[in-house]
């Protein structure tokens, strides 16, 4: 249609733009040929980044990433974290126009781009603690477990030793566990009911019943192992009809009474 209203040479008076990227220059091109003045190249424009022509005039425009400032000539980077809209968990750094979060040292960004997550020193699996590893930011440190004490090292743990640190009140011997403690008496002698004051096994008569598990599942070497844990019990008492009498019990498919009192 536009070559049917057209004068020869129709190379000169019609033109296709075939995308948006050559519209600036056919805008140039037709200005020229209507002006014939281009004032960005006639004049001493003053832009500082682009100098658009228009007809008997022109106006500057800055590049992407920057605003024009009120003198219409010079160009300031547009600070796009100055809004208080960038959703950056920590930092906001700006760059020509856009945005991008950092972190803060000990954290990496999350796959969001703007909340960020404490690294996992302790996943590394190079803490060498004995116990426990607990990440913080820029490192690690080592934690015992309850009833441990950290050594100096900083990575093994030591049982503490509570029987130093108590007024544990055992007449013979205290002994340290996890967290804890117990009173022990010497050999042939048994540990009263309070805990803590021992007494010969002899001083005083029972009547003492065991029973224990003859069943298939306890394997002989564990069995050995009860037997002579009998004969231990055994040993250290006054058995006599009339002093501390003992009978034995087994069970497995069937209860079996071995002895009695």
């Given amino acids: 249609s536009?070559?049917?209203?057209?004068?020869?040479?129709?190379?000169?008076?019609?033109?296709?733009?075939e995308s948006f990227e050559l519209i600036q220059q056919f805008a140039k091109q037709?200005?020229?040929?209507?002006?014939?003045v281009d004032m960005c190249v006639e004049r001493e424009h003053g832009c500082q980044h682009s100098c658009i022509s228009t007809p008997g005039s022109f106006y500057c425009e800055c590049n992407p990433g920057y605003r024009l400032n009120v003198d219409g000539k010079t160009c300031s980077p547009i600070d796009a974290c100055a809004d208080g809209r960038h959703g950056c968990q920590h930092?906001?750094?700006?760059?020509?126009?856009?945005?991008?979060?950092?972190?803060?040292?000990?954290?990496?960004?999350?796959?969001?781009?703007?909340?960020c997550t404490m690294i996992d020193y302790c996943s590394f699996g190079n803490h060498s603690c004995q116990h426990e590893c607990v990440s913080i930011p820029n490192g690690h440190y080592c934690r015992c477990r309850s009833g441990?004490?950290?050594?100096?090292?900083?990575?093994?743990?030591r049982a503490t030793d509570l029987c130093n640190g108590v007024d544990h009140g055992c007449e013979f011997k205290c002994v340290s566990?996890?967290?804890?403690?117990?009173?022990?008496?010497?050999?042939?002698?048994?540990?009263?009911?309070?805990?803590?004051?021992?007494?010969?096994?002899?001083?005083?008569h029972v009547d003492l019943v065991m029973v224990i598990d003859g069943s298939k599942s306890v394997r002989p070497q564990n069995f050995e192992l009860v037997k002579q844990f009998?004969?231990?019990?055994?040993?250290?008492?006054?058995?006599?009809?009339?002093?501390?009498?003992?009978?034995?019990?087994?069970?497995?498919?069937?209860?079996?009474?071995?002895?009695?009192?």
């Fill in 2 to 17: 536009l070559r049917a209203m057209a004068s020869p040479p129709l190379e000169e008076h019609v033109f296709l733009v």
């Fill in 30 to 36: 037709f200005q020229d040929r209507l002006c014939g």
């Fill in 91 to 115: 930092h906001c750094v700006s760059v020509r126009g856009s945005y991008s979060c950092r972190c803060r040292p000990g954290y990496y960004l999350s796959h969001n781009k703007r909340s």
């Fill in 148 to 157: 441990f004490t950290l050594q100096p090292d900083s990575k093994s743990c």
């Fill in 177 to 204: 566990t996890d967290g804890s403690y117990h009173c022990v008496c010497p050999e042939g002698q048994q540990l009263q009911a309070d805990g803590k004051t021992c007494s010969k096994c002899g001083a005083g």
């Fill in 230 to 261: 009998v004969n231990r019990i055994v040993d250290l008492l006054e058995v006599s009809p009339h002093g501390t009498r003992v009978g034995l019990v087994q069970y497995s498919s069937r209860v079996r009474t071995e002895f009695p009192l």
